[in-house]
């Protein structure tokens, strides 16, 4: 019988990319004895000369190549900066859909609240005071909300940190993408 439709034997990927059958170690590979110092290998390579000696040459810019300059530290204009942050920080909210909902029924029951609260109120002493407590309950759940958005914004420190220290987009644009989407 001939085996040209038996099944091909399956292969770890690993086993592929390492050339072996996986079953011994090629006699052939020679694994050095001791740690390899990689910095003083690569230096004695003849990569290493050849790009050493372009350097020296001056042979790795064009001679009319010019570097493009830019107005500021930051190669994008503020409004596309604030673009880019808006968009980034939509994403962050959205992927977050147990925290969109619970925006979305806070604000609803807001709504409802200030509204039965606000429905008929008279021009009276009763009226103004009601319409203070209004004032100081609006700025106890835009505190609340605040609190809430906490969590979020600590899982983003550390992207924020990486992206400032690359000088991608200025702190004031991040600031108000972070107001724009959890507003």
């Excluded at 038996?6 to 390492?18: D, E, H, M």
């Amino acid at each position: 019988k001939s085996d040209e439709h038996a099944p091909a034997q399956r292969k770890s990927p690993a086993t592929i990319y390492s050339g072996g059958d996986g079953d011994h170690i090629d006699p052939e590979l020679h694994l050095p004895s001791e740690p390899v110092n990689i910095v003083e290998a690569y230096r004695q390579s003849g990569f290493f000369k050849q790009t050493k000696k372009e350097i020296a040459e001056d042979r790795f810019l064009p001679k009319d190549f010019k570097a493009p300059e830019f107005g500021s530290v930051y190669a994008a204009t503020f409004g596309t900066q604030l673009k880019m942050n808006v968009r980034r920080s939509w994403n962050s909210v959205f992927r977050l859909r147990l925290f969109v909902r619970a925006q979305y029924m806070r604000a609803i029951l807001a709504f409802i609240v200030v509204g039965t609260l606000c429905w008929r109120t008279g021009t009276d002493q009763a009226g103004a005071r009601s319409r203070i407590s209004l004032t100081y309950y609006n700025t106890f759940l835009a505190a609340l909300n605040a609190v809430a958005v906490l969590p979020l914004v600590m899982m983003q420190r550390p992207i924020y940190y990486r992206d400032q220290a690359a000088g991608i987009y200025r702190p004031l644009t991040y600031l108000m993408s972070m107001m724009v989407s959890f507003a």
